[in-house]
């Protein structure tokens, strides 16, 4: 059976780490560094502020971190009034909503960003579970968020997907027993399935999911051969 849905936020629901890079030079480029987007990628992407902030400052106290952390927020807040949902998005969400899957948002972004976000995107109202791990412990890579997640949704790990963007994100979701579906927004293929992700889409239109859908709501149980 097919219960549950957690979705990342940034890269996932909406590609946003264009902005999220843009957001990032400019405030360091008032310091006088510069960030390249490879830098990004491989250091930045997907991980909560506490996480790279102490890659970009690890000689910088942690009220300074955090100062930084809230200035970059806002910066990216201003540059994205309106967000687009990646596609295939809004098809997803109307046939849990109308199956009866529960869904969850499990994002490292802060509270005030994942508010921010799914209001640009109009879906305000869409999601009753919003995990944001600040409000917890431990963020991604670690699997806590997912595992609060299936706990929100009173669902098992075997009868639920989630999709991330991200290596720590992918991470997490696969620590945490949960079929992962990678989005190539941000990651290559191969490394997302290095990472843990068990299928890899361009965005949520792709045949392969759906017959992955299809399949688990079958009752059929997730495939025993992992799609790549």
């Not at 264009?18 to 405030?27: I, T």
């Not at 990678?182 to 392969?208: H, M, N």
């Amino acid at each position: 059976m097919l219960d549950a849905l957690l979705f990342d936020l940034d890269g996932t629901l909406t590609d946003t780490d264009k902005l999220h890079l843009l957001a990032m030079q400019q405030l360091l480029l008032e310091d006088g560094r510069v960030l390249t987007e490879a830098q990004f990628d491989a250091h930045i992407s997907g991980r909560a502020n506490a996480d790279l902030c102490r890659y970009l400052f690890p000689d910088r106290p942690l009220a300074e971190h955090q100062a930084f952390a809230d200035r970059k927020e806002a910066r990216f807040r201003a540059l994205s009034p309106t967000l687009q949902p990646t596609a295939g998005l809004l098809r997803l969400l109307a046939h849990a909503e109308e199956t009866g899957i529960g869904m969850a948002v499990v994002t490292n972004a802060p509270r005030a960003n994942a508010v921010h976000m799914l209001k640009a995107m109009g879906l305000g109202e869409r999601f009753k579970h919003v995990l944001v791990a600040e409000e917890l412990p431990r963020a991604k890579p670690d699997p806590l968020p997912y595992l609060t997640g299936l706990e929100c949704l009173q669902a098992q790990a075997s009868h639920a997907l989630a999709f991330e963007d991200s290596m720590p994100g992918v991470t997490a979701a696969s620590r945490a027993g949960i079929f992962t579906v990678g989005l190539a927004t941000s990651q290559t293929p191969e490394a997302l399935i290095a990472a843990g992700a068990q299928l890899v889409i361009k965005d949520f239109e792709d045949p392969q999911l759906w017959a992955l859908i299809t399949h688990m709501q079958a009752g059929a149980g997730l495939p025993r051969d992992k799609p790549c």
